[in-house]
């Protein structure tokens, strides 16, 4: 099966309203440049070094979001082009995001990461630190970061209930921050949520916006 034809597949599974980011991280520029012609414009990598290189050589009308854990000595690099950060989870990232925006007279959309899995791993804010860090507001002082929504990855696991359950806790999460923080922002409305496994899962769930490696461009 060509690239083409698993994009149209997932065409009649993603519904108009949710945002359909194709993770082409560890595939060559070429490869991408198919799923361009096949019509996708919004690519989401997770390492900055793989995502420069990659964007020299792709037309410059795609939107790149970064998807992955974020180092603050390389935000720099992507700061004068990104599209969307989906992975902002602690306030000294936050800061720099602020700095490179602001040396690049731009304003950076970002979602809060937050870990709704069952793995432990480093990466996103607890649900409870998640509400500390809106609560103490230095977020209010950075002009050139725009909280976006919310980003989160299910537990790898068969269990579909479980699954459905972490994705309906980031949905209820989302919904208690935009109530109590945004409810006139309208650039807070994203919940970024489902990946090849379980996107399906999420969009009944409330996703705005799936990210998607496997099923488009295969294993990598
Ligand atoms: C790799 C990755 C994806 C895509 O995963 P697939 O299972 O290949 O669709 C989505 N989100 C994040 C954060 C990733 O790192």
Known sequence: MSI??????????????????A??????????REAYDAGLRVFGESRVQELVAKKELLPGDIEWHFIGNL???????IA??????????NERLMLEIEK???????VIHCLLQIHIAEEETKSG???????????????????????AGVMGMATFTDDRNQVREEFRQLKSLFDELKTG???DDPAFKEISMG???DYQVAIEEGSTMVRIGTLIFGSR
Request: proline letters at 7%; charged letters at 25%; hydrophobic letters at 35%.
């Open 71 to 77: 180092q603050r000595n390389k935000v720099k690099q």
């Open 181 to 183: 923080y945004f409810p």
């Open 100 to 106: 490179q925006g602001a040396a690049n007279d731009r």
């Open 80 to 89: 004068p082009f990104i599209s969307l950060i989906h992975s902002l989870d």
């Open 195 to 197: 990946m090849t496994g």
């Open 23 to 32: 993770v082409s991280k560890f595939h060559p520029a070429e490869t991408v």
């Open 125 to 147: 804010f607890s649900r409870d630190k998640c509400r500390q860090f809106l609560e103490e507001g230095r977020w209010k002082a950075c002009p050139h970061v725009r909280i």
């Open 4 to 21: 083409r034809s698993h994009i149209d597949g997932l065409r009649e599974t993603v519904p108009p309203g949710v945002t359909l980011v």
